[in-house]
């Protein structure tokens, strides 16, 4: 019973530390008056570039950061499209997203010659646990940055009041240019986690939505880089869950567990719904 609540707790902590860096990149995005849709697809991307950073180099450290480099491009384009073109926040997160999954899809078979899935790379092995310490580290890093810090201050103002911003002589286009792109770079990591922290390999879809998990972590959290890990956490302990349990309950079929954590995390989102307040300009372009 003992080796079972361990091995419960470890794979909590793991499935839940890919979410958390995108959600507190969803967390810094928003809080600067940018919605982040485009989550699900930055972090797709991390985790194809970095497998590819990592074959061609046989370095995972490499990897990661071709991953963060590839995410925080992706933000960048976010950012420029929302701040200098105004366009639509969610259209642009959403063609950010067809985008990175169409491309992996075509970069498997362009650079590995197969459909599906690369062939397997260096990884970071056991190295991983470094990330997973260093996601609940940087979430009370960011908590107290965004609250106790200028800097903080100026990106939580961006997503309140851009006006009040350009009155302390400051810009708030600028304030959301860094803020998405380093949303980016977090979900670039989160990827990069997947692909070469929890496997040696990407395959197509191996994101799963995580990336829309985090943004349902964030509102849950109430844009708190603390209450969006806690929301997390939470999906993760019910994705560790249905990997404990299968075999366990010889009536429940397979695909009900793998809901598991998508309906968790659905139940939680509609419970918080209307009791909650996005900061004030939160996707609205200024």
Known sequence: MTELIVTLIALTLVKATPVIYAALGGVISERSGVINIGLEGM??????????????????????????????????????????????????????????????????????????????????????????????????????ILYRTPWGLRIRASGENPSAVVSAGLDPLRLRTYAVIMSGALAGLGGAFLSIGELNLYSDGMTAGRGFI????????????????????????????????????AWLPANAMQALPYIAALVALAGVTGRVRAPAADGVPF
């Open 214 to 249: 985090a943004l349902a972590a964030v509102i849950f959290g109430r844009w708190h880089p603390l209450g969006a890990t806690v929301a997390c956490v939470v999906f993760g302990f019910f994705e560790a869950l249905q990997y404990v349990l299968q075999g366990q309950i």
């Open 43 to 144: 972090m797709a991307a991390g985790a194809f570039f970095a497998v590819v950073a990592s074959f061609a180099t046989h370095s995972p450290v490499l990897g990661l950061v071709a991953g963060i480099g590839t995410g925080a491009a992706f933000g960048y384009l976010l950012a420029f499209a929302a701040t200098r073109f105004k366009v639509d926040q969610i259209v642009a997160g959403t063609g950010i997203n067809l985008i990175c999954a169409g491309g992996a899809a075509y970069g498997l078979v362009l650079l590995f010659n197969q459909p599906g899935a690369s062939v397997q790379v260096a990884s970071l092995g056991d190295k991983y646990w470094v990330l997973v310490v260093a996601a609940f580290v940087l979430a009370a890093a960011l908590q107290w």
